[in-house]
Protein backbone atom coordinates (compact mmCIF):
# COMPACT_ATOMS: atom_id res chain seq x y z
CA UNK A 1 0.00 0.00 0.00
CA UNK A 2 1.32 3.34 -1.44
CA UNK A 3 4.10 1.48 -2.59
CA UNK A 4 3.07 -0.80 -4.61
CA UNK A 5 2.68 0.83 -8.48
CA UNK A 6 -0.74 0.68 -9.61
CA UNK A 7 -1.79 2.64 -13.20
CA UNK A 8 -4.71 4.84 -14.42
CA UNK A 9 -4.78 3.93 -18.27
CA UNK A 10 -7.31 6.12 -20.13
CA UNK A 11 -8.90 4.52 -23.54
CA UNK A 12 -6.99 7.19 -25.60
CA UNK A 13 -3.77 5.33 -24.15
CA UNK A 14 -2.71 7.81 -22.15
CA UNK A 15 -1.20 6.18 -18.86
CA UNK A 16 -0.50 7.90 -15.38
CA UNK A 17 1.62 5.56 -12.78
CA UNK A 18 0.53 6.07 -9.03
CA UNK A 19 0.38 3.68 -5.81
CA UNK A 20 -1.98 1.25 -4.46
CA UNK A 21 -4.57 1.65 -1.84
CA UNK A 22 -7.72 0.20 -0.82
CA UNK A 23 -9.11 -2.79 -2.50
CA UNK A 24 -6.98 -4.88 -5.38
CA UNK A 25 -9.61 -5.23 -8.32
CA UNK A 26 -8.86 -4.46 -11.69
CA UNK A 27 -12.03 -2.20 -12.52
CA UNK A 28 -12.90 -0.18 -15.39
CA UNK A 29 -15.44 2.74 -16.30
CA UNK A 30 -16.36 5.95 -17.09
CA UNK A 31 -13.28 8.92 -15.69
CA UNK A 32 -15.08 12.01 -14.44
CA UNK A 33 -14.16 14.20 -11.63
CA UNK A 34 -15.32 16.03 -8.15
CA UNK A 35 -14.40 19.71 -7.49
CA UNK A 36 -15.37 19.25 -3.75
CA UNK A 37 -12.78 20.00 -0.87
CA UNK A 38 -15.40 17.84 1.76
CA UNK A 39 -17.60 15.33 1.86
CA UNK A 40 -15.71 12.23 0.32
CA UNK A 41 -17.52 9.82 2.83
CA UNK A 42 -20.87 10.94 1.06
CA UNK A 43 -19.46 11.03 -2.74
CA UNK A 44 -18.04 7.89 -2.45
CA UNK A 45 -21.06 5.99 -1.01
CA UNK A 46 -23.50 7.99 -4.01
CA UNK A 47 -25.08 5.72 -6.07
CA UNK A 48 -25.39 7.77 -8.86
CA UNK A 49 -21.21 7.19 -9.21
CA UNK A 50 -22.11 3.71 -10.14
CA UNK A 51 -19.34 2.06 -12.30
CA UNK A 52 -17.87 5.12 -12.28
CA UNK A 53 -13.61 6.12 -11.62
CA UNK A 54 -14.03 9.49 -9.88
CA UNK A 55 -10.82 11.86 -10.04
CA UNK A 56 -11.01 14.08 -6.68
CA UNK A 57 -9.27 17.89 -7.62
CA UNK A 58 -8.89 18.39 -3.73
CA UNK A 59 -5.30 17.46 -3.10
CA UNK A 60 -6.11 15.89 0.24
CA UNK A 61 -8.34 12.68 0.34
CA UNK A 62 -9.40 10.96 3.53
CA UNK A 63 -8.73 13.02 6.74
CA UNK A 64 -11.32 13.02 8.40
CA UNK A 65 -12.07 8.88 7.57
CA UNK A 66 -15.38 7.29 7.56
CA UNK A 67 -17.66 6.69 10.10
CA UNK A 68 -20.89 4.84 10.77
CA UNK A 69 -23.66 7.69 9.92
CA UNK A 70 -22.75 9.84 6.71
CA UNK A 71 -22.72 7.13 4.16
CA UNK A 72 -25.34 7.70 1.22
CA UNK A 73 -25.52 3.22 0.67
CA UNK A 74 -23.86 0.69 2.96
CA UNK A 75 -23.21 -0.91 -0.68
CA UNK A 76 -21.27 1.11 -2.55
CA UNK A 77 -20.76 0.42 -6.49
CA UNK A 78 -18.57 2.92 -7.12
CA UNK A 79 -15.57 1.96 -9.52
CA UNK A 80 -12.69 3.41 -8.34
CA UNK A 81 -10.96 6.53 -6.85
CA UNK A 82 -7.96 8.90 -8.09
CA UNK A 83 -6.51 11.22 -5.68
CA UNK A 84 -3.26 13.41 -5.27
CA UNK A 85 -2.84 12.01 -1.70
CA UNK A 86 -4.48 9.58 0.50
CA UNK A 87 -4.23 10.09 4.00
CA UNK A 88 -3.91 7.14 5.66
CA UNK A 89 -4.03 8.72 9.64
CA UNK A 90 -7.39 10.61 9.69
CA UNK A 91 -8.36 12.99 12.61
CA UNK A 92 -11.70 13.01 13.43
CA UNK A 93 -13.25 12.42 16.54
CA UNK A 94 -16.30 10.67 14.69
CA UNK A 95 -13.71 8.79 12.44
CA UNK A 96 -14.43 4.20 12.97
CA UNK A 97 -12.49 3.47 9.86
CA UNK A 98 -9.74 5.16 7.17
CA UNK A 99 -10.27 5.46 3.62
CA UNK A 100 -7.75 2.56 2.95
CA UNK A 101 -9.76 0.13 5.22
CA UNK A 102 -12.87 1.31 3.77
CA UNK A 103 -11.94 0.74 0.07
CA UNK A 104 -10.26 -2.39 0.68
CA UNK A 105 -13.37 -4.17 2.53
CA UNK A 106 -15.48 -2.79 -0.51
CA UNK A 107 -12.71 -4.22 -3.03
CA UNK A 108 -12.93 -0.78 -4.73
CA UNK A 109 -8.92 0.28 -5.69
CA UNK A 110 -7.46 3.75 -5.41
CA UNK A 111 -5.04 5.03 -6.72
CA UNK A 112 -2.88 8.30 -5.36
CA UNK A 113 0.08 10.10 -6.62
CA UNK A 114 -1.76 11.33 -9.54
CA UNK A 115 -1.66 15.10 -10.78
CA UNK A 116 -5.33 15.17 -10.52
CA UNK A 117 -6.39 18.72 -11.87
CA UNK A 118 -4.44 17.83 -15.16
CA UNK A 119 -6.58 14.84 -15.22
CA UNK A 120 -9.67 17.32 -14.74
CA UNK A 121 -8.00 19.78 -17.70
CA UNK A 122 -8.15 16.70 -19.62
CA UNK A 123 -11.86 15.68 -19.32
CA UNK A 124 -12.50 19.32 -19.09
CA UNK A 125 -11.18 20.22 -22.22
CA UNK A 126 -12.35 17.06 -24.05
CA UNK A 127 -14.91 15.26 -22.83
CA UNK A 128 -15.38 11.97 -20.36
CA UNK A 129 -13.01 8.86 -21.55
CA UNK A 130 -13.00 5.17 -20.32
CA UNK A 131 -10.44 4.24 -18.14
CA UNK A 132 -9.33 1.49 -15.82
CA UNK A 133 -7.44 1.12 -12.58
CA UNK A 134 -4.89 -1.66 -12.95
CA UNK A 135 -1.87 -3.03 -11.12
CA UNK A 136 0.10 -4.20 -14.64
CA UNK A 137 1.96 -2.38 -16.66
CA UNK A 138 1.29 -4.02 -19.66
CA UNK A 139 -0.41 -1.27 -21.02
CA UNK A 140 -1.44 -2.59 -24.29
CA UNK A 141 -3.05 -5.69 -22.52
CA UNK A 142 -5.00 -3.36 -20.22
CA UNK A 143 -6.83 -1.41 -23.18
CA UNK A 144 -7.63 -4.26 -25.47
CA UNK A 145 -9.64 -5.63 -21.64
CA UNK A 146 -11.08 -2.16 -21.81
CA UNK A 147 -12.33 -2.26 -25.42
CA UNK A 148 -13.84 -5.54 -24.18
CA UNK A 149 -15.61 -4.31 -21.53
CA UNK A 150 -19.50 -3.71 -21.24
CA UNK A 151 -19.35 0.29 -22.10
CA UNK A 152 -22.91 -0.10 -20.46
CA UNK A 153 -21.62 1.16 -17.58
CA UNK A 154 -25.15 2.27 -15.45
CA UNK A 155 -27.50 -0.06 -13.84
CA UNK A 156 -30.77 1.59 -11.75
CA UNK A 157 -31.14 -2.27 -11.18
CA UNK A 158 -27.82 -3.10 -9.54
CA UNK A 159 -28.74 -0.05 -6.65
CA UNK A 160 -31.90 0.26 -5.93
CA UNK A 161 -33.29 -1.81 -3.75
CA UNK A 162 -34.68 -5.02 -3.97
CA UNK A 163 -38.15 -5.24 -1.71
CA UNK A 164 -40.36 -2.14 -0.43
CA UNK A 165 -39.76 -0.92 3.43
CA UNK A 166 -40.49 1.60 5.27
CA UNK A 167 -38.71 4.49 7.08
CA UNK A 168 -41.10 5.64 10.08
CA UNK A 169 -42.30 9.03 10.89
CA UNK A 170 -46.08 10.46 11.80
CA UNK A 171 -46.60 12.67 9.23
CA UNK A 172 -47.42 12.70 5.29
CA UNK A 173 -46.99 9.39 3.19
CA UNK A 174 -44.40 9.38 0.74
CA UNK A 175 -43.72 6.71 -1.24
CA UNK A 176 -39.84 7.01 -2.54
CA UNK A 177 -39.11 5.44 -5.90
CA UNK A 178 -35.56 3.90 -5.65
CA UNK A 179 -33.47 4.89 -8.70
CA UNK A 180 -30.24 4.81 -6.26
CA UNK A 181 -31.49 7.23 -3.77
CA UNK A 182 -29.33 9.29 -0.77
CA UNK A 183 -29.82 7.74 2.84
CA UNK A 184 -29.68 11.34 3.13
CA UNK A 185 -33.00 11.91 1.83
CA UNK A 186 -34.89 9.80 3.95
CA UNK A 187 -33.40 10.96 6.57
CA UNK A 188 -34.22 14.57 5.59
CA UNK A 189 -37.66 13.42 5.17
CA UNK A 190 -38.48 11.73 8.56
CA UNK A 191 -37.00 15.02 9.83
CA UNK A 192 -39.78 16.68 8.55
CA UNK A 193 -41.95 13.86 9.82
CA UNK A 194 -42.95 11.92 6.70
CA UNK A 195 -43.45 8.39 6.67
CA UNK A 196 -41.20 7.26 3.53
CA UNK A 197 -41.87 3.63 1.64
CA UNK A 198 -38.85 2.94 -0.20
CA UNK A 199 -39.91 1.04 -3.15
CA UNK A 200 -37.82 -0.76 -6.14
CA UNK A 201 -37.07 1.50 -9.53
CA UNK A 202 -39.54 -1.35 -11.19
CA UNK A 203 -42.58 -1.33 -8.55
CA UNK A 204 -45.77 -1.13 -10.99
CA UNK A 205 -47.86 2.29 -10.78
CA UNK A 206 -50.86 0.08 -9.31
CA UNK A 207 -48.84 -0.92 -6.52
CA UNK A 208 -47.60 2.45 -5.88
CA UNK A 209 -50.93 4.20 -5.49
CA UNK A 210 -52.21 1.40 -3.51
CA UNK A 211 -50.18 2.26 -0.73
CA UNK A 212 -52.27 5.66 -0.82
CA UNK A 213 -49.56 7.84 -0.31
CA UNK A 214 -49.42 11.65 -0.03
CA UNK A 215 -46.83 12.14 -2.32
CA UNK A 216 -44.12 10.61 -4.87
CA UNK A 217 -40.38 11.23 -4.99
CA UNK A 218 -38.47 9.76 -7.82
CA UNK A 219 -35.23 9.65 -6.37
CA UNK A 220 -31.39 10.17 -8.02
CA UNK A 221 -29.46 7.53 -9.55
CA UNK A 222 -27.01 6.42 -12.18
CA UNK A 223 -26.83 6.96 -15.89
CA UNK A 224 -29.79 8.50 -17.99
CA UNK A 225 -33.75 7.91 -17.82
CA UNK A 226 -33.47 6.73 -21.26
CA UNK A 227 -32.27 3.58 -19.76
CA UNK A 228 -35.08 2.96 -17.21
CA UNK A 229 -38.21 3.22 -20.02
CA UNK A 230 -40.88 1.26 -17.12
CA UNK A 231 -40.04 4.41 -14.45
CA UNK A 232 -41.05 7.14 -17.52
CA UNK A 233 -43.78 5.31 -18.85
CA UNK A 234 -45.46 5.68 -14.80
CA UNK A 235 -44.28 8.39 -13.52
CA UNK A 236 -47.03 10.46 -16.02
CA UNK A 237 -49.83 8.44 -14.62
CA UNK A 238 -48.85 8.79 -10.96
CA UNK A 239 -48.40 12.88 -11.22
CA UNK A 240 -52.39 12.92 -12.40
CA UNK A 241 -53.07 11.21 -9.06
CA UNK A 242 -50.72 12.60 -6.37
CA UNK A 243 -47.62 15.04 -5.93
CA UNK A 244 -44.89 14.21 -7.89
CA UNK A 245 -41.08 15.57 -7.13
CA UNK A 246 -37.82 14.41 -8.73
CA UNK A 247 -34.25 14.84 -7.69
CA UNK A 248 -31.52 14.23 -10.24
CA UNK A 249 -32.03 10.88 -12.53
CA UNK A 250 -36.09 11.35 -11.46
CA UNK A 251 -35.75 14.96 -12.35
CA UNK A 252 -34.60 13.67 -15.88
CA UNK A 253 -37.21 10.91 -15.60
CA UNK A 254 -40.45 13.34 -15.27
CA UNK A 255 -39.07 15.79 -18.12
CA UNK A 256 -38.96 12.55 -20.28
CA UNK A 257 -42.08 11.84 -19.48
CA UNK A 258 -43.48 15.00 -20.52
CA UNK A 259 -42.26 15.19 -23.77
CA UNK A 260 -38.54 16.52 -22.92
CA UNK A 261 -35.58 15.04 -24.33
CA UNK A 262 -32.31 14.24 -22.58
CA UNK A 263 -29.13 15.27 -23.09
CA UNK A 264 -25.47 14.57 -22.16
CA UNK A 265 -23.12 17.39 -20.89
CA UNK A 266 -19.87 17.09 -22.08
CA UNK A 267 -17.93 16.42 -18.59
CA UNK A 268 -20.99 16.71 -16.23
CA UNK A 269 -21.58 18.59 -13.06
CA UNK A 270 -19.84 16.85 -9.96
CA UNK A 271 -19.16 19.04 -6.98
CA UNK A 272 -20.56 20.82 -3.62
CA UNK A 273 -20.25 24.47 -5.33
CA UNK A 274 -21.73 24.48 -8.37
CA UNK A 275 -23.96 27.95 -8.71
CA UNK A 276 -27.37 27.49 -9.57
CA UNK A 277 -29.73 30.42 -10.53
CA UNK A 278 -33.72 30.85 -9.40
CA UNK A 279 -35.67 31.76 -11.51
CA UNK A 280 -38.16 32.47 -10.03
CA UNK A 281 -37.12 33.97 -6.93
CA UNK A 282 -34.53 35.60 -8.82
CA UNK A 283 -31.40 34.48 -6.20
CA UNK A 284 -28.28 32.27 -6.17
CA UNK A 285 -27.83 29.12 -4.65
CA UNK A 286 -25.08 27.03 -4.45
CA UNK A 287 -25.77 23.36 -5.10
CA UNK A 288 -24.34 19.94 -4.54
CA UNK A 289 -24.49 17.98 -7.52
CA UNK A 290 -23.61 14.68 -9.59
CA UNK A 291 -25.01 14.07 -13.08
CA UNK A 292 -23.80 14.04 -16.50
CA UNK A 293 -27.34 14.44 -18.27
CA UNK A 294 -29.07 17.30 -18.36
CA UNK A 295 -32.48 18.48 -20.12
CA UNK A 296 -32.39 19.56 -23.36
CA UNK A 297 -33.64 23.13 -22.48
CA UNK A 298 -34.87 23.43 -26.42
CA UNK A 299 -37.14 20.53 -25.96
CA UNK A 300 -38.84 22.00 -23.05
CA UNK A 301 -40.58 24.41 -25.24
CA UNK A 302 -43.39 21.64 -26.95
CA UNK A 303 -43.88 20.88 -23.17
CA UNK A 304 -46.57 21.93 -20.41
CA UNK A 305 -42.87 22.00 -18.13
CA UNK A 306 -41.56 25.33 -17.13
CA UNK A 307 -38.10 26.01 -16.25
CA UNK A 308 -37.17 27.07 -12.90
CA UNK A 309 -33.59 26.69 -11.98
CA UNK A 310 -30.67 26.76 -14.45
CA UNK A 311 -26.94 26.58 -14.15
CA UNK A 312 -25.27 29.99 -13.88
CA UNK A 313 -21.90 28.30 -15.79
CA UNK A 314 -23.37 26.98 -18.61
CA UNK A 315 -27.45 27.49 -18.92
CA UNK A 316 -28.18 23.91 -18.56
CA UNK A 317 -31.45 23.38 -16.49
CA UNK A 318 -31.66 23.07 -13.16
CA UNK A 319 -35.30 22.34 -12.13
CA UNK A 320 -38.92 22.33 -13.54
CA UNK A 321 -42.23 22.40 -12.47
CA UNK A 322 -45.67 21.36 -14.40
CA UNK A 323 -47.58 24.58 -15.60
CA UNK A 324 -51.04 22.84 -14.04
CA UNK A 325 -50.06 19.47 -12.15
CA UNK A 326 -48.47 19.46 -8.82
CA UNK A 327 -44.88 18.38 -10.26
CA UNK A 328 -41.52 19.85 -9.42
CA UNK A 329 -37.99 18.46 -9.67
CA UNK A 330 -34.53 19.85 -9.68
CA UNK A 331 -31.20 18.35 -11.37
CA UNK A 332 -29.27 18.91 -7.87
CA UNK A 333 -29.31 17.60 -4.42
CA UNK A 334 -31.91 19.69 -2.40
CA UNK A 335 -30.23 20.04 1.44
CA UNK A 336 -27.47 17.51 0.69
CA UNK A 337 -25.49 16.76 3.90
CA UNK A 338 -22.23 16.94 1.87
CA UNK A 339 -22.40 20.06 0.67
CA UNK A 340 -24.54 23.66 0.68
CA UNK A 341 -28.11 24.26 2.57
CA UNK A 342 -28.89 26.46 -0.13
CA UNK A 343 -31.68 24.94 -1.40
CA UNK A 344 -33.14 22.68 1.31
CA UNK A 345 -36.12 24.66 1.08
CA UNK A 346 -37.20 22.92 -1.64
CA UNK A 347 -37.94 19.95 0.22
CA UNK A 348 -40.17 22.11 1.80
CA UNK A 349 -41.93 23.37 -0.60
CA UNK A 350 -42.70 20.06 -1.83
CA UNK A 351 -43.80 19.00 1.33
CA UNK A 352 -45.81 22.20 1.60
CA UNK A 353 -47.59 21.29 -1.72
CA UNK A 354 -47.98 18.04 -0.65
CA UNK A 355 -49.71 18.35 2.30
CA UNK A 356 -52.43 21.39 0.62
CA UNK A 357 -53.04 19.01 -1.70
CA UNK A 358 -54.23 16.53 0.43
CA UNK A 359 -55.78 18.62 2.58
CA UNK A 360 -53.25 18.18 5.51
CA UNK A 361 -52.41 21.49 6.15
Same mark, same amino acid.
Not at 59 to 79: C, H, Q, R, W, Y
Not at 101 to 107: A, G, I, K, P, S
Not at 267 to 294: C, D, L, M, Y
Given at each position: ????????????G??Y????????A?????????????????????????????????????????N?????????????I?V??????????????????Y????????I???D? @??I? @????????L @?A????????????E????????????R?????S????????????????????????? $????????????????????? @?M?P????I?????????????????????????????????????????????????????????V???????????S??H??A?????????????????????????????? $????????Y????????????????????????????
Amino acid at each position: MLKDKRYLVLEDGTVYEGYQFGGKADRAGELVFNTSMFGFQEMITDSAYANQIVTFSYPLVGNTGFNSEDSETMKPTIAGIVVREAALLPSNFRTNETLHDYLERHNIPGISGIDT @RSIV @RKIRDGGTL @RAVLSDSDDVDAVIETLKSTDETVHSVRDVSTSSPYISTGVGSRVVLIDLGKQESLVRS $LNSAGCEVTVVPHDTPTYDIL @RMKPDGVIISSGPGSPEDIPSIVDNVRTIAEQVPVFGVGLGHQAIALAFGAKIEALPFGHRGSNIPVRNIERKTVEITSQNHGFAVSRESLEQTDLVITHEAINDDSVEGIRHKS $LPIMSVQYYPGAIDGPDDSSYILEEFINRMNKENNHA
